[in-house]
């Protein structure tokens, strides 16, 4: 056999296939092995990507697989007009709407009307048995689970994500942090070991709610191996996220990758289109930032630290030297010494205030959301993120970043722990992409703003 599987976290790596074999070497996680056979639920594996990676056995405890293709629980629909595919359930429904459902039938709420105005009153009739049967599950019973919700005093929080998960088996999360595998769904309980941020537990589907000191905090019940150990406990569901099994042609681990996964010829972004900017460039300024502003102010300064209002602009839509006289015309305090010094920087109060001048509000944030998928719900929203990182002296996004640096979070790919974003740098007046990992080590803890364009 040949196949592919991927490490949920650091773990080690033996000479035979028993937990009682040689220790050979320890993988770090998410790593991708080759299998070439599996002995009594161990695999021999090969590291890849790896110069001179030792082969070894792992314990398929200790592996993830890449997802087969499954029947989803609740039935979807195919919309023709769009050719998209709906859930009849989302997975975000709360359960007791679905309860309600149940017990009053017709239409479902949660479903769009001119969807369901679309159905024949056989299709109708079908979709709600389907809809019904997919909540009879023998294992888990559907009762059972209602009453465990109802134990809990759960099943006005509760979601059908929940049964779904269950329902399908399981469902790979990550953590975002280090944690503990709490014994029990308690804060600060007894832990059997800790989950390193980025490593990957198989969550059961159950949840339970738990209180301490005040605090009210709902945990998944996960699996997890690491190292050489299995652990079977809970895992505080605020500091997870899905884990999307990358395929070869969206891995964050190749860099390669970062040249397809985005279409770049599509632009998202208006890019400040000054004159300035050209003649800059023939003079041998290499950075589409550095430009004279003397258009905007009267005065001959060739400034080296615009980021921030180059930002602005692509946001608005607006080229750079009318945006700058309308900010300089202003009343803002700051604005002066900021065009007068061709090296001062803007904050995030200064960017507020300029996107102030054109009709936009900017919120400032102290710290980013917490997964991929939470900063995909927001740019899917209609909002742009400036981020402030760090980047190299030839303007290029980096982790270990000296200069800091203002660009505009433009759209995210969620992959694996990670993922990919496409960003606007104002630097070379382009779009560009970076792995989500090392582009969110790179913009660290520092703040930025939440800009939501007029339409």
Known sequence: MSSTARTRADVDLRSGPKSSSSILDRLPADCTVEITEETNGWYHVTPGRMVHGISGYLPEAALMFPPAAKTPVFPSLSIEETQKIVKTVPNTLPVKDFLTWIKDAGKPAWILEDIWNNLSSAQK???AEKIRSASIGKAPNWEDWISILNENNRLDEAVMDEWIVMMEGGKEVYAIRDHYVYLNPLQNDSYYGC??????????GAVRSGEKYGTHRLYYEVDFYRMSRYLHGWFRADIVGDYIYPSPEMDPGIEGNAQ???DLSKPILRFPEDPIMAEMKLKGYHAAQYIDIFGSTGKHVIHYSLCGEFCVAAIGSKDIIPLLKGWHEGKYPRTASILNNPHEGTCAGDLQNLLSTIGL????????????QKLKDRLSSGQFMIAGCGINSAGKVRADGKIRHWVVLEDIIPVGNGGWVRVYNPFYNRD?????NMFLTSVGIGAGLWVTPTV
């Open 361 to 372: 509000k900017g919120d400032i944030y102290s710290s980013m959301p917490t997964t991929p």
């Open 125 to 127: 009739k079908e979709l």
């Open 260 to 262: 397809t996964v985005f």
């Open 432 to 436: 560009e992409v970076y792995s989500y």
């Open 195 to 204: 989950a390193l941020k980025g490593q990957v537990m198989r969550w059961t």
